[in-house]
């Protein structure tokens, strides 16, 4: 079992920048490739980042890239999502998420049921 805790969230304006953070406890972290979601009120769940265990490999929304940076910290078992330039449409409940470290696609990242641990979620609402 991996437990993962998300914290940052908060009510910011159009253009602020908000750093989500997420706690990983429980087993290795280095073993685990992790991602974001998030979800707005009456929509599904969708795919925000994506990195694997190392850091070398990310993987981002079209809606989001060249905005948001993923990094980690194995030494810290934390995953982080920098969001600079939000959105109101930006305004959701962001989920980190883990599933075991492996040669994967970016395809594969991109699907929720890829992922095996997930969070609790951490609110962000970006007013304009």
């Known amino acids: 079992q991996v437990q993962l805790v998300e914290s940052g ?4 304006q159009a253009g602020d920048s908000l750093r989500l953070s997420c706690a990983a406890s429980g087993r290795t ?7 974001w979601f998030r979800q ?10 994506a990195i694997n265990w190392n850091g070398a490999s990310t993987y981002y929304a079209d809606s989001v ?18 969001m600079n330039s939000l959105k109101p449409e930006d305004t959701a409940v962001y989920y980190c ?3 075991a ?27 304009s």
Not at 29 to 35: C, D
Not at 40 to 49: D, T
Not at 65 to 82: E, H, M, P, W
């Open 9 to 12: 969230g908060g009510l910011v």
């Open 29 to 35: 972290f280095s073993r685990y490739a992790m991602g």
């Open 40 to 49: 707005a009120p009456g929509m599904e769940r969708e795919f925000v980042s």
């Open 65 to 82: 890239k060249g905005r948001f940076t993923i990094s980690r910290d194995n030494a810290k078992n934390t995953v982080y999502l920098q």
């Open 97 to 99: 998420a883990a599933v």
């Open 101 to 127: 470290a492996g040669y994967y696609s970016g395809s594969f990242y991109q699907s929720r049921g890829s992922y095996d641990f997930w969070g609790q979620g951490t609110q962000v609402t970006v007013s």
